[in-house]
Each structure stands twice: as C-alpha cells, then as structure tokens.
Nanobody, 125 residues
Framework: VQLQAFGGGLVQAGGSLRLSCTASGFTFSTGAMGWFRQAPGKEREFVAVRSWRGSTIYYAESVKGRFTISRDNAKNILYLQMNSLAPEDTAIYYC???????????????????WGQGTQVTVSS
C-alpha cells in the first residue's frame, strides 16, 4: 500500500489550502482514511478521519468548523480542505489508511497501518 499526500505549501493566516492523498495497493472504497499532522517538536496529532462511505467522520476539536475531509472513491483520492488557516496549523500533514471500519482509538496514530510521506503546510502570520 502506498499513500502519497500533496498540496501543501505556504499560505497566509486566514487563507485556505486543499490537501490531496492518492492511494495505490489499497481497496480505497472500503477502508477508513484520514489525516494526522506533526508540528516541529510536537507529537503527531490527529486531524480527521472518514469512513469509506462517509457515514462517520471525526475531527479534532482544533480544526472542527474549519477543515473538511472528503474522498472521491471513484478517483481514489482523499481530500482535506483547510480554511481559516492559522499559524498553529503549521505542520507536516500525513494521510493515513486502515482497512475496514474506522478503528477503535481512531485519534491515536498507533492504530493506522498505512501512512503517506507527508506534505508541509506553513501558515504565516
């Protein structure tokens, strides 16, 4: 399984970015997929996760109302639309995947078997 995240970049506070993640070797349409991030000197942090049908979605409190996770199962692409970005959103963003349903303990990075390489998001003040 290979996940590849892209779409990061430098944006001013208040701006928007959309991250994308493609998956190969993974039955995209029947697995849970999500995003984590890691800021310098900090632990990896849960951002959002979505079931394959979209019937269940979880967001971190820090991004709720600003970020939207979505996926196009036909194109095998996972998205993270990030609006109203703030400097504290600066981090490397990773897409993750897990076969089947959203795993128990879904906010922990330990429960996801598959990780992309990360894409840098930098928000300037």
């Amino acid at each position: 399984v290979q996940l590849q995240a892209f779409g990061g970049g430098l944006v001013q506070a208040g701006g928007s970015l959309r991250l994308s993640c493609t998956a190969s070797g993974f039955t995209f349409s029947t697995g849970a997929m999500g995003w984590f991030r890691q800021a310098p000197g900090k632990e990896r942090e849960f951002v959002a996760v979505r079931s394959w049908r979209g019937s269940t979605i979880y967001y971190a409190e820090s991004v709720k109302g600003r970020f939207t996770i979505s996926r196009d199962n036909a194109k095998n692409i996972l998205y993270l639309q990030m609006n109203s970005l703030a400097p504290e959103d600066t981090a490397i963003y990773y897409c993750v995947a897990e076969r089947g349903s959203i795993p128990t303990g879904w906010s922990s990075p330990r429960v996801y078997d598959y990780w992309g390489q990360g894409t840098q998001v930098t928000v300037s003040s």
